[in-house]
């Protein structure tokens, strides 16, 4: 009975003592996934029209621009039916929308000319409700406001 | 008495059995016509006329609703994915690939064609310089070759600068056949307003 016990008991430890040697490894794993390591300047990313949403890095570029191409509507419907990530964080397809907002306007297209609508449905909804039905929901002042 | 019992239940047993080895290759021929091929194509039942080796097609001329001379054929193609293994040319890629043989097939020539491909999101990498690429995944970029047929016939490949940034890549790292633009998302709105259809791959 005994040896046997002393089998159990050196198996589980060298498990335990594997797994400690290769906690190091797995630390450094999920923190390389979240660390943003390549530092960028800090004025690599702006939000020039849309002040601290939907951050772009804006290099001026001849083609498919919409600052550079004449005659241009610039109409655009958005259609948002997601609702991805943290409810307390602002949607992503709304993000999204500041985003191409900033590159028109850095691109050069005045704002007055964007003819912008955004169509919220689905699983999006929920962002659009006012802050009073938000905060009864979630508990928290509605971020998308 | 007993001797009977016995021989009873042996006969039921050995018929259970015996039924349920019958059954058994009736299922294993299931599972092995599952898994053989189908019945194979004859040849030339596959082919990729204008990008040659990319998008094979299987044309039928009297189909409905085929691309015709005379229309503005306007398309905008927008990938934001990576399937599969990195050692193959981006499926994006190649259905891009698939719709210029059709449209040639069916009679339209190259040069009426105004095709554009956006490539964001995931794609980005494939959009790397044979360098670059290499350095990442060890081996050529399978989708230069493509991307060089493909302008070889006048359709254009653009990348998403905001994903290239995203991605942490120096613009530079870029394959030179690769036409940068401001986004995605602006490539295809500047594109739809001036006609052209939206095709998501």
């Given at each position: 009975m005994?040896?046997?016990?002393?089998?159990?008991?050196?198996?589980?430890?060298?498990?335990?003592?594997?797994?400690?040697?290769?906690?190091?490894?797995?630390?450094?794993?999920?923190?390389?996934?979240?660390?943003?390591?390549?530092?960028?300047?800090?004025?690599?990313?702006?939000?020039?029209?849309?002040?601290?949403?939907?951050?772009?890095?804006?290099?001026?570029?001849?083609?498919?621009?919409?600052?550079?191409?004449?005659?241009?509507?610039?109409?655009?419907?958005?259609?948002?039916?997601?609702?991805?990530?943290?409810?307390?964080?602002?949607?992503?397809?709304?993000?999204?929308?500041?985003?191409?907002?900033?590159?028109?306007?850095?691109?050069?297209?005045?704002?007055?000319?964007?003819?912008?609508?955004?169509?919220?449905?689905s699983d999006a909804v929920p962002a659009a409700l006012n802050n009073e039905q938000f905060r009864k929901t979630y508990g928290t002042d509605n971020p998308n406001l | 008495m007993r001797s009977v019992v016995s021989y009873a239940l042996i006969a039921i047993v050995g018929g259970f059995v015996g039924a349920t080895v019958s059954k058994g290759d009736d299922l294993y021929q299931r599972v092995v016509s599952h898994f053989s091929s189908a019945p194979a194509d004859p040849d030339g039942f596959w082919s990729t006329p204008a990008v040659d080796g990319y998008g094979k097609i299987h044309y039928e001329p009297d189909a409905a609703f085929k691309p015709v001379v005379g229309l503005s054929n306007k398309v905008v193609f927008q990938i934001t994915r990576s399937e599969g293994e990195m050692t193959r040319p981006n499926l994006g890629l190649e259905r891009v690939a698939r719709v210029v043989n059709l449209y040639i097939a069916s009679g339209v020539p190259a040069d009426d064609l105004h095709f554009v491909v956006s490539v964001t999101g995931d794609a980005t990498p494939a959009m790397l310089d044979n360098a670059h690429f290499q350095q990442f995944y060890q081996a050529d970029n399978p989708n230069l070759a493509l991307i060089g047929a493909l302008n070889k016939l006048g359709v254009k490949v653009s990348v998403c600068d905001q994903s290239v940034a995203f991605h942490h890549f120096p613009r530079a790292w870029i394959d030179p056949s690769v036409i940068h633009a401001l986004s995605s998302p602006t490539t295809v709105s500047t594109l739809e307003n001036q006609g052209y259809a939206l095709l998501q791959m």
């Open positions: 005994r040896p046997a016990s002393y089998i159990v008991i050196a198996a589980l430890a060298g498990f335990v003592g594997g797994n400690v040697l290769q906690l190091p490894d797995l630390v450094d794993k999920v923190s390389d996934k979240f660390a943003d390591k390549k530092s960028e300047p800090a004025d690599f990313w702006s939000t020039p029209a849309i002040e601290g949403y939907g951050k772009i890095h804006f290099v001026n570029v001849p083609d498919y621009n919409p600052a550079t191409t004449p005659g241009l509507s610039n109409k655009i419907v958005f259609q948002i039916n997601r609702n991805e990530g943290d409810v307390r964080q602002p949607n992503l397809g709304l993000e999204r929308v500041a985003r191409v907002t900033n590159l028109y306007y850095a691109a050069g297209v005045p704002l007055d000319q964007l003819k912008f609508v955004v169509s919220i449905n | -």
